[in-house]
C-alpha cells in the first residue's frame, strides 16, 4: 500500500498528491509513469510521474477529475492509502546536451512539462516555456515554471491572463524573433501537440511529443497503446512516451483515442492517459 503524504487543489478540478513510494522516487527521472489502482475494484490508470523527491521517497503525481477513477481518487486524503502504485515507466526524457530549449505544455499537460524543464534547467541549458490554458481560473504551477524557465509566457484563449494567442502563435513569434531552439518540447492535447510539430517542421527545429495513447497494462503486452511513428507501429508505454514530433502520425491517433468516448460518457468513465486533457 502507498501512503499519500500531500493533497493540494491546483485549480477546482486538478489535484496535486504526493505518493510515499520510496523504490519508484529512487529511480525515476522526467518523462517517465506509473500505473495505480485505488483499490481491488479499480481499473489501472497511468499517470505521468509530475516530480519526485528521492531523499523523501515521494511521487507527485498531478490528476484532473474527468472519471469514475479520479473521483475516487480525489476523495482520498493526507494518510490514505492507494493499493497498487507500479513504475517508473516508460523511457526518461532524451535532454542531454540540449543547450537552448523551448517547452510548450497545454492545460494539464502543464504538469508533465514541468519535470522536463526542470531538469532541463538542472542540466545547465537555457529553457523557454510556453503554457497555454483555456482562462486564468484554471492555470497552475505558475511559480514553478518561473523557478525553472529563463522565460515564462502564459497564453490564455480568451484573454483573462497573460497573453491571448495559442501557444502555437507565441512559438512561432519567437522563432521569428531570432531563438535558436535546438529542442521543442511539446506536451499537452494532441490537436497541439499536432499544430506544434507542424510550426516547428517548417523551421527544421526538432521537436519531441508526450503521446497519451489509450493504455491498460503499461509493459507491451495488451498493445492498446500502439501509434504509427515514420509509418511504423510502435508502442507508448515501452517505445515512448516521447516521439519525434514530426512523424507521429496524429490524425490516426485522435481517432483512436476516441474510439471508446461514446462508452466512456455512457458510463462516466475515462479510461485512457490523464496526462494531458
Known amino acids: 500500500m502507498y501512503k499519500i503524504t500531500r493533497k493540494e487543489y491546483l485549480n477546482p478540478t486538478v489535484i496535486l498528491m504526493d505518493i510515499h513510494a520510496p523504490l519508484i522516487a529512487r ?7 506509473v500505473i495505480l489502482r485505488v483499490d481491488e475494484f479499480g481499473e489501472r490508470m497511468p499517470l505521468t510521474i509530475a516530480d519526485f523527491d528521492k531523499e ?10 474527468v472519471g469514475n477513477t ?45 519535470p522536463v524543464a ?37 497564453t490564455t484563449d480568451d484573454g483573462s491572463y497573460g497573453e491571448k494567442a495559442l501557444v502555437t502563435d507565441r512559438l512561432r513569434a519567437l522563432i521569428e524573433q531570432g531563438r535558436s531552439y535546438d529542442l521543442v518540447i511539446a506536451i499537452g492535447p494532441l490537436p497541439m501537440m499536432k499544430f506544434v510539430s507542424l510550426t516547428t517542421k517548417a523551421y527544421g527545429i526538432k521537436t519531441t ?45 485522435m481517432k483512436r483515442n476516441a474510439a471508446y468516448r461514446g462508452v466512456e460518457h455512457e458510463r462516466g468513465e475515462n479510461c485512457r492517459m490523464y496526462r494531458s486533457l
Open 70 to 114: 479520479t473521483k475516487l481518487l480525489s476523495t482520498l486524503n493526507i494518510g490514505d492509502e492507494i493499493m497498487d502504485f507500479a513504475g517508473p515507466l516508460g523511457n526518461a526524457s532524451e535532454l542531454d546536451g540540449v543547450k537552448h530549449a523551448c517547452v510548450v505544455g497545454g492545460g494539464v499537460g502543464c504538469a508533465i512539462a514541468y
Open 118 to 154: 526542470k531538469q532541463l534547467h538542472k542540466n545547465g541549458a537555457k529553457v523557454d516555456v510556453i503554457a497555454g490554458f483555456r482562462s486564468k481560473d484554471i492555470i497552475i504551477l505558475e511559480n514553478e515554471f518561473k523557478n525553472v524557465a529563463d522565460n515564462l509566457y502564459i
Open 27 to 33: 529511480k525515476a527521472k522526467a518523462g517517465q509513469f
Open 209 to 253: 511529443v508526450s503521446l497519451n495513447p489509450i493504455m491498460i497494462d503499461g509493459t507491451g503486452m495488451c498493445g492498446g497503446c500502439r501509434v504509427s511513428v515514420g509509418g511504423e507501429t510502435k508502442f507508448a508505454c515501452v517505445d515512448g512516451p516521447e516521439f519525434d514530433g514530426h512523424l507521429v502520425d496524429f490524425d490516426e491517433l
Open 56 to 65: 523523501r521517497g515521494t511521487v507527485t503525481i498531478i490528476y484532473q477529475i
